[in-house]
């Protein structure tokens, strides 16, 4: 059995969340993971050598996680693998002949000199004496974990050749993707605001996000790249051949949507069934009564 036919046998009957810690499947006792662990190095290109998730001096050095027989990625800096994101994008922002470099956490102020928040990656283009001409704003979207992700990633940590196959399955807070608070509490605000900003100003915005995460959101009403105002850009993961290896990223899919509709997708409700709602209100009105208070009547309640 190779290497990755291995690691996909593992990720489809895993008994603990963990896909990868500081870059490298928990399973892999190479050289190479084990130097990335014991020094917690981040080999996706993040701003310093190190991982500097949650917290700096003791990072949480979670990458992805196993999900339904998939693996989710749950760090953003992970999608920096071979800036292949970063090629994606200039894609749809320029000609094909433009030369450029990304930016990130670039600060982006409102009308009124707010904070509108940071854009995660702005990709620069720039003429054959450095000044820019044109540029587009590319988001990277995460996913949020329900549950907790630090204590089976500790206990990993601890001894990662004993516990790589630790059974996680009845501890409390099972770690799992939230992609619901991942798309309400972090798309929709990032495209309303820095979205909206960006929009207004006639320039083009790409998301990189998981496969997973995507299939989670409502059907985009799609329309031609030229015609687009926002490029939706899929990835997932490919197990790694051979240890010592990262999992793969690789772009699965990109689609082309207008800015407005898609936001109006994404935000808007989705309702059930009134008459589900009518059955509960139904239920609270009998609970009340079933159980009527009692209403009496005093005679001369001041007495004589």
Not at 77 to 106: C, G, H, K, Y
Not at 262 to 291: C, W, Y
Request: charged content about 25%; some cysteine.
């Amino acid at each position: 059995m190779s290497n990755a036919i291995a690691y996909a046998h593992g990720m489809a009957k895993n008994l603990h969340p963990l896909a990868e810690v500081f870059g490298f499947p928990t399973e892999d006792m190479s050289t190479a993971a084990n130097r990335h662990r014991t020094k917690r190095l981040c080999p996706f290109n993040n701003k310093v050598p190190n991982c500097t998730k949650d917290k700096a001096q003791n990072p949480l050095g979670v990458c992805s996680v196993f999900h339904d027989g998939e693996v989710v990625i749950t760090c953003p800096i992970r999608f920096r693998q071979s800036w292949m994101i970063a090629d994606d994008a200039a894609d749809f922002f320029f000609a094909p002949n433009a030369t450029w470099t990304t930016l990130t956490e670039v600060r982006l102020k409102d009308a009124d000199g707010g904070s509108a928040g940071n854009i995660d990656i702005v990709v620069c283009a720039y003429d054959k004496s450095g000044k820019v001409y044109d540029f587009g704003a590319l988001e990277v979207q995460a996913v949020y974990i329900s549950g907790n992700v630090r204590n089976p990633f500790e206990h990993y940590m601890e001894s990662p050749a004993k516990n790589c196959k630790m059974d996680w399955t009845n501890e409390a807070n099972y770690p799992r993707p939230d992609y619901l608070s991942s798309s309400r509490k972090r798309l929709a605000p990032q495209l309303i605001f820095k979205g909206g900003i960006i929009n207004a100003w006639g320039k083009k915005t790409a998301v990189a996000l998981n496969k997973g995460f995507f299939n989670t959101l409502p059907k985009l009403p799609e329309v031609t790249k030229e015609k687009a105002d926002i490029a939706w850009m899929i990835y997932d993961l490919k197990p790694p051949a051979n240890a010592g290896n990262q999992y793969e990223l690789f772009r699965e899919r990109i689609v082309y949507t207008r800015f407005e509709p898609a936001l109006n997708q994404i935000t808007k409700s989705r309702p059930g069934k009134m008459e589900d709602f009518i059955s509960h209100l139904q239920e609270k009105v009998d609970e009340k009564l079933e159980t009527p208070p009692i209403n009496r009547t005093l005679e001369n309640p001041f007495g004589k």
